[in-house]
Protein backbone atom coordinates (compact mmCIF):
# COMPACT_ATOMS: atom_id res chain seq x y z
CA UNK A 1 0.00 0.00 0.00
CA UNK A 2 1.97 3.42 -0.81
CA UNK A 3 1.26 5.88 1.86
CA UNK A 4 0.75 9.69 0.83
CA UNK A 5 3.95 11.09 3.22
CA UNK A 6 1.97 14.38 3.29
CA UNK A 7 -0.39 13.09 5.17
CA UNK A 8 1.27 10.63 7.74
CA UNK A 9 1.84 11.78 11.19
CA UNK A 10 4.54 10.30 12.36
CA UNK A 11 4.35 9.71 16.53
CA UNK A 12 6.97 11.06 19.15
CA UNK A 13 9.49 8.42 20.50
CA UNK A 14 7.21 8.78 23.50
CA UNK A 15 3.87 8.38 22.21
CA UNK A 16 2.21 5.00 21.65
CA UNK A 17 -0.41 5.43 18.63
CA UNK A 18 0.64 6.79 14.87
CA UNK A 19 -2.46 8.24 12.77
CA UNK A 20 -2.02 8.56 9.05
CA UNK A 21 -3.74 8.66 6.37
CA UNK A 22 -3.86 6.49 2.99
CA UNK A 23 -5.44 7.11 -0.62
CA UNK A 24 -5.61 4.22 -3.12
CA UNK A 25 -8.04 3.74 -6.24
CA UNK A 26 -9.91 6.79 -4.96
CA UNK A 27 -10.20 5.83 -1.56
CA UNK A 28 -9.03 7.58 1.39
CA UNK A 29 -8.55 5.52 4.56
CA UNK A 30 -7.56 6.66 8.01
CA UNK A 31 -5.44 4.27 10.52
CA UNK A 32 -4.54 4.25 13.88
CA UNK A 33 -2.12 2.55 15.54
CA UNK A 34 -1.71 -0.09 12.93
CA UNK A 35 -2.82 -0.32 9.11
CA UNK A 36 -5.79 -1.83 9.80
CA UNK A 37 -8.69 0.99 7.95
CA UNK A 38 -10.46 2.36 10.69
CA UNK A 39 -12.39 4.71 8.04
CA UNK A 40 -12.80 5.30 4.67
CA UNK A 41 -14.09 7.79 2.41
CA UNK A 42 -14.48 7.50 -1.39
CA UNK A 43 -13.22 11.07 -2.89
CA UNK A 44 -15.40 11.33 -5.45
CA UNK A 45 -18.49 11.07 -2.97
CA UNK A 46 -17.33 12.39 0.34
CA UNK A 47 -20.57 11.88 1.95
CA UNK A 48 -21.82 8.91 1.33
CA UNK A 49 -20.79 5.70 3.65
CA UNK A 50 -17.54 3.52 1.85
CA UNK A 51 -16.94 0.67 4.52
CA UNK A 52 -19.37 -2.04 4.99
CA UNK A 53 -20.16 -1.64 8.52
CA UNK A 54 -20.58 1.81 8.83
CA UNK A 55 -23.59 1.35 6.30
CA UNK A 56 -24.77 -1.83 8.85
CA UNK A 57 -24.88 0.69 11.69
CA UNK A 58 -27.43 2.70 9.78
CA UNK A 59 -30.33 -0.02 10.32
CA UNK A 60 -30.86 1.18 13.89
CA UNK A 61 -33.36 2.72 11.32
CA UNK A 62 -35.33 -0.33 10.69
CA UNK A 63 -36.56 0.18 14.40
CA UNK A 64 -36.05 3.82 15.00
CA UNK A 65 -38.11 6.42 13.21
CA UNK A 66 -36.49 9.77 12.75
CA UNK A 67 -33.81 10.09 15.83
CA UNK A 68 -33.45 13.45 16.52
CA UNK A 69 -30.63 13.65 18.84
CA UNK A 70 -27.10 11.72 18.26
CA UNK A 71 -24.38 11.12 20.60
CA UNK A 72 -21.07 9.54 18.74
CA UNK A 73 -18.59 8.07 20.62
CA UNK A 74 -14.79 8.28 18.44
CA UNK A 75 -15.17 10.39 15.95
CA UNK A 76 -12.58 8.07 13.09
CA UNK A 77 -12.87 9.95 9.90
CA UNK A 78 -16.54 10.93 10.40
CA UNK A 79 -18.40 8.56 8.07
CA UNK A 80 -21.71 8.40 10.25
CA UNK A 81 -20.82 11.84 11.64
CA UNK A 82 -21.42 13.64 8.03
CA UNK A 83 -24.04 11.30 7.04
CA UNK A 84 -26.34 12.15 9.69
CA UNK A 85 -25.25 15.86 8.70
CA UNK A 86 -26.00 15.88 5.34
CA UNK A 87 -29.08 13.46 5.08
CA UNK A 88 -30.84 13.90 8.23
CA UNK A 89 -31.19 17.91 8.63
CA UNK A 90 -33.71 17.54 11.31
CA UNK A 91 -31.06 15.78 13.98
CA UNK A 92 -27.52 17.23 15.88
CA UNK A 93 -25.04 15.48 16.86
CA UNK A 94 -22.35 15.39 19.33
CA UNK A 95 -19.20 13.55 18.53
CA UNK A 96 -16.42 12.83 21.15
CA UNK A 97 -13.16 12.04 19.98
CA UNK A 98 -10.13 11.53 22.72
CA UNK A 99 -7.42 12.47 19.82
CA UNK A 100 -7.16 15.63 18.79
CA UNK A 101 -4.95 14.57 15.97
CA UNK A 102 -7.98 12.43 14.46
CA UNK A 103 -10.27 15.43 14.74
CA UNK A 104 -7.98 17.53 13.08
CA UNK A 105 -7.08 14.93 10.30
CA UNK A 106 -11.09 14.50 9.84
CA UNK A 107 -11.61 17.73 8.83
CA UNK A 108 -8.54 17.96 7.23
CA UNK A 109 -8.78 15.07 5.20
CA UNK A 110 -12.41 13.82 5.22
CA UNK A 111 -14.20 16.42 4.77
CA UNK A 112 -15.67 16.70 8.52
CA UNK A 113 -17.52 20.22 8.77
CA UNK A 114 -16.68 22.45 11.31
CA UNK A 115 -18.80 22.70 14.43
CA UNK A 116 -22.36 24.63 14.26
CA UNK A 117 -25.70 24.23 14.87
CA UNK A 118 -26.01 20.57 13.71
CA UNK A 119 -22.61 19.45 14.69
CA UNK A 120 -20.60 19.55 17.49
CA UNK A 121 -17.44 17.97 17.67
CA UNK A 122 -15.44 17.23 21.36
CA UNK A 123 -11.85 16.36 22.05
CA UNK A 124 -12.56 14.39 25.26
CA UNK A 125 -13.14 10.74 26.98
CA UNK A 126 -15.70 8.96 25.32
CA UNK A 127 -16.29 7.03 29.10
CA UNK A 128 -16.30 10.29 30.98
CA UNK A 129 -18.40 12.13 28.41
CA UNK A 130 -21.08 9.33 29.02
CA UNK A 131 -20.96 9.29 32.24
CA UNK A 132 -20.98 13.29 32.70
CA UNK A 133 -23.94 13.88 30.08
CA UNK A 134 -26.86 15.55 32.12
CA UNK A 135 -28.81 14.68 28.89
CA UNK A 136 -30.61 11.89 27.01
CA UNK A 137 -30.49 11.15 23.39
CA UNK A 138 -32.01 9.18 20.99
CA UNK A 139 -28.94 7.31 19.39
CA UNK A 140 -25.68 6.36 21.10
CA UNK A 141 -23.36 5.19 18.43
CA UNK A 142 -19.91 3.58 19.68
CA UNK A 143 -17.01 3.16 17.63
CA UNK A 144 -14.00 2.76 19.29
CA UNK A 145 -11.15 0.81 17.90
CA UNK A 146 -7.30 1.38 18.92
CA UNK A 147 -5.29 -0.28 16.48
CA UNK A 148 -6.98 -3.63 16.36
CA UNK A 149 -8.87 -3.81 19.63
CA UNK A 150 -11.52 -2.00 21.17
CA UNK A 151 -10.68 0.99 23.63
CA UNK A 152 -10.73 -1.10 27.15
CA UNK A 153 -13.13 1.75 28.79
CA UNK A 154 -15.91 1.37 25.94
CA UNK A 155 -16.00 -2.29 26.52
CA UNK A 156 -16.80 -2.46 30.27
CA UNK A 157 -20.35 -2.67 31.70
CA UNK A 158 -20.20 0.51 33.45
CA UNK A 159 -19.87 2.55 30.37
CA UNK A 160 -22.77 0.20 28.63
CA UNK A 161 -25.06 0.85 32.02
CA UNK A 162 -24.05 4.61 31.59
CA UNK A 163 -25.29 4.40 28.24
CA UNK A 164 -28.67 2.73 28.83
CA UNK A 165 -29.27 5.70 31.60
CA UNK A 166 -28.85 8.43 28.34
CA UNK A 167 -30.72 7.52 25.89
CA UNK A 168 -34.79 8.31 25.35
CA UNK A 169 -37.51 5.75 26.42
CA UNK A 170 -37.58 4.75 22.71
CA UNK A 171 -33.64 5.45 22.44
CA UNK A 172 -30.96 2.89 21.05
CA UNK A 173 -27.63 2.17 21.66
CA UNK A 174 -25.44 1.06 17.74
CA UNK A 175 -21.83 -0.70 18.75
CA UNK A 176 -19.43 -1.47 16.63
CA UNK A 177 -17.35 -4.57 17.39
CA UNK A 178 -14.79 -7.03 15.85
CA UNK A 179 -15.92 -10.39 15.64
CA UNK A 180 -12.20 -11.32 15.86
CA UNK A 181 -11.25 -9.17 19.07
CA UNK A 182 -10.59 -12.10 22.00
CA UNK A 183 -12.78 -9.92 23.77
CA UNK A 184 -16.11 -10.30 21.74
CA UNK A 185 -18.49 -12.41 23.72
CA UNK A 186 -17.75 -10.90 26.82
CA UNK A 187 -18.37 -7.63 25.68
CA UNK A 188 -21.58 -8.94 24.12
CA UNK A 189 -22.15 -10.27 27.15
CA UNK A 190 -22.01 -6.64 29.04
CA UNK A 191 -24.47 -5.11 26.70
CA UNK A 192 -26.72 -7.31 27.39
CA UNK A 193 -26.65 -7.58 31.15
CA UNK A 194 -26.24 -3.63 30.48
CA UNK A 195 -29.54 -3.80 28.03
CA UNK A 196 -32.18 -6.48 29.75
CA UNK A 197 -34.68 -5.16 27.22
CA UNK A 198 -33.14 -6.66 24.16
CA UNK A 199 -30.61 -6.89 21.76
CA UNK A 200 -29.84 -7.67 18.11
CA UNK A 201 -26.94 -8.80 16.80
CA UNK A 202 -26.23 -7.78 13.10
CA UNK A 203 -22.91 -9.22 10.97
CA UNK A 204 -22.04 -6.45 8.00
CA UNK A 205 -21.45 -7.52 4.52
CA UNK A 206 -17.43 -7.78 4.93
CA UNK A 207 -17.07 -10.48 7.68
CA UNK A 208 -15.78 -9.73 10.68
CA UNK A 209 -17.58 -6.50 11.81
CA UNK A 210 -20.65 -6.98 14.35
CA UNK A 211 -22.75 -4.46 14.88
CA UNK A 212 -24.45 -4.55 18.45
CA UNK A 213 -28.36 -2.51 18.71
CA UNK A 214 -29.25 -2.59 22.25
CA UNK A 215 -32.80 -1.17 23.31
CA UNK A 216 -33.76 1.17 25.84
CA UNK A 217 -36.92 -0.15 26.51
CA UNK A 218 -38.47 -3.73 25.77
CA UNK A 219 -39.13 -3.87 21.68
CA UNK A 220 -42.04 -5.78 20.51
CA UNK A 221 -42.07 -8.45 17.88
CA UNK A 222 -41.23 -7.77 14.80
CA UNK A 223 -42.88 -9.10 11.35
CA UNK A 224 -40.75 -10.42 8.89
CA UNK A 225 -43.44 -8.56 6.56
CA UNK A 226 -43.11 -4.97 8.19
CA UNK A 227 -39.56 -4.84 8.04
CA UNK A 228 -39.40 -5.87 4.68
CA UNK A 229 -41.48 -3.31 3.79
CA UNK A 230 -39.80 -0.79 5.68
CA UNK A 231 -36.14 -1.36 4.66
CA UNK A 232 -37.18 -0.68 1.09
CA UNK A 233 -38.46 2.69 1.93
CA UNK A 234 -35.65 3.26 4.00
CA UNK A 235 -33.52 1.88 0.51
CA UNK A 236 -34.94 3.99 -0.88
CA UNK A 237 -34.39 7.16 1.40
CA UNK A 238 -31.10 6.72 2.03
CA UNK A 239 -29.54 4.76 -0.95
CA UNK A 240 -28.27 1.84 2.22
CA UNK A 241 -28.61 -1.81 1.27
CA UNK A 242 -31.59 -2.34 4.12
CA UNK A 243 -33.38 -5.34 2.35
CA UNK A 244 -30.02 -7.23 2.92
CA UNK A 245 -29.65 -6.02 6.62
CA UNK A 246 -33.19 -7.33 7.07
CA UNK A 247 -31.49 -10.88 5.64
CA UNK A 248 -28.70 -10.56 7.48
CA UNK A 249 -30.77 -10.18 11.12
CA UNK A 250 -31.66 -13.90 10.58
CA UNK A 251 -28.28 -15.16 11.39
CA UNK A 252 -27.77 -14.50 14.82
CA UNK A 253 -30.93 -13.50 16.48
CA UNK A 254 -34.14 -15.14 17.92
CA UNK A 255 -36.58 -15.71 15.35
CA UNK A 256 -39.38 -17.78 14.06
CA UNK A 257 -40.77 -17.56 10.07
CA UNK A 258 -42.96 -14.78 11.18
CA UNK A 259 -41.14 -12.53 13.58
CA UNK A 260 -37.66 -11.50 14.11
CA UNK A 261 -37.36 -11.12 18.28
CA UNK A 262 -34.54 -9.05 20.34
Request: charged share 25%.
Amino acid sequence: MKFLAKWRLRKPADDAETVYVSEKYGVRSLHIGSDTVQSAMRIARPNDLELSYTRSMMAFLLFRDRPAHFLMVGLGGGSLAKFVYHRMPWASTEAVEVNPRVVAIARQCFSVPENDARLTVVVGNGAEYVADAGRTYDVIAVDGYDGDSQVEELSDKAFYSACHECLTAEGMLVVNLWGGDRQFHETLVRIEAAFPAGTLCLPAEKPGNIIVFGFRQCPPGWRWDALATRARELEALYGLEFPQFVASLRKMNRHDRDQLHA
